[in-house]
């Protein structure tokens, strides 16, 4: 219990540094700004640790399935922290900065192609834009799709090397996936699958899409609002962050599919061989509990 207390604890405190972080390093616009987001992140840490002091989830997914929510956090916290230096480095020049604002140059060159997602964002700029926000924008927009490509890759070698979930015991669907329920519709394998596959097809478009969106979107939000530092920060982290992790989510989903299917083959398997055709029918319940 006390362990329990400390990690969510710790937890909490994680995420209330990553919601403050731009505003940290940051000037803010305006006299209250720091004290709005000061209280913004003590809300969403407390929502955390309340989530991860329970004893069961309530929408948290995967939360005994590591690493899959530290990749996300992980990344997330990479690259607002990288594009909190790269933005701070433009006003007052410090090392750190530099060295930050040089690598994710470095990177966004790399991906800078056309048709690309880098590419395409920088788009949703009007095109009297000034010229340091674009490049500024394209930079972000490099490193944070870089960071993107790399946890989801991450994950598939987890998955089709290191075996995951496995490796780290049994794997129990109605734990750590609070808001699927594995009994309600059609048969869980077909269920599972064609979430996953929405998922993955959902976190490739979306890059592609969000910027198409917002470039239609341009006479009812301003663009310009990409201005303000710390917008343009969440923005395109948010951007890039929120399609990876749907696309682990369908790695994951289409994994635990092929588990609870390979399960049913050997019971079927067992069941033959014992040469009683009834006990191939295990308990449902059964079934979601995965080795």
């Known amino acids: 219990m006390i362990v329990q207390l400390f990690k969510a604890l710790f937890?909490?405190?994680?995420?209330?540094?990553?919601?403050?972080?731009?505003a940290l390093a940051l000037p803010?616009?305006?006299d209250d700004g720091p004290q709005i987001v000061v209280l913004i992140s003590i809300i969403i840490a407390l929502l955390v640790f309340l989530e991860y002091n329970s004893a069961y989830p309530s929408f948290v997914e995967f939360r005994y399935a590591?690493?899959?929510?530290?990749?996300?956090?992980?990344?997330l916290f990479l690259t607002v922290a990288v594009l909190s230096a790269v933005c701070a480095d433009e006003n007052t020049t410090s090392t750190i900065g530099a060295i930050a604002a040089s690598l994710a140059g470095l990177i966004a060159g790399?991906?800078?192609?056309?048709?690309?997602?880098?590419?395409?964002?920088g788009l949703i700029l009007p095109a009297d834009a000034p010229a340091t926000l674009v490049e500024t924008l394209r930079i972000a927009a490099g490193f944070a799709y870089f960071v993107s490509l790399c946890i989801v890759g991450l994950f598939f070698l987890l998955v089709?090397?290191?075996?995951?979930?496995?490796?780290?015991?049994?794997?129990n669907v109605w734990i750590n996936l609070p808001l699927f329920d594995?009994?309600?519709?059609s048969d869980v394998v077909t269920r599972l699958r064609r979430h996953g596959l929405i998922n993955l097809v959902l976190g490739f478009l979306l890059p592609f899409l969000l910027p198409a969106v917002a470039k239609a979107a341009s006479g009812i939000v301003d663009p310009m609002i990409l201005e303000n530092e710390q917008t343009m920060i969440w923005v395109v982290s948010l951007w890039a962050i929120l399609p990876a992790s749907m696309m682990i989510r369908g790695i994951a989903m289409n994994r635990i599919a092929q588990m609870i299917l390979q399960k049913r083959e050997r019971a079927y398997a067992a069941a033959q061989a014992a040469g009683d055709g009834e006990a191939a029918s295990e308990n449902d319940e059964d079934s979601y509990q995965l080795v």
């Open 160 to 171: 089709h090397v290191a075996g995951w979930p496995a490796r780290h015991g049994a794997f």
């Open 11 to 22: 937890r909490a405190v994680l995420v209330a540094v990553l919601v403050a972080l731009p």
């Open 182 to 185: 594995p009994t309600a519709g």
């Open 28 to 30: 803010s616009a305006s």
């Open 110 to 121: 790399f991906l800078d192609i056309p048709f690309s997602p880098v590419r395409l964002i």
């Open 66 to 75: 590591p690493p899959i929510n530290r990749l996300r956090f992980g990344a």
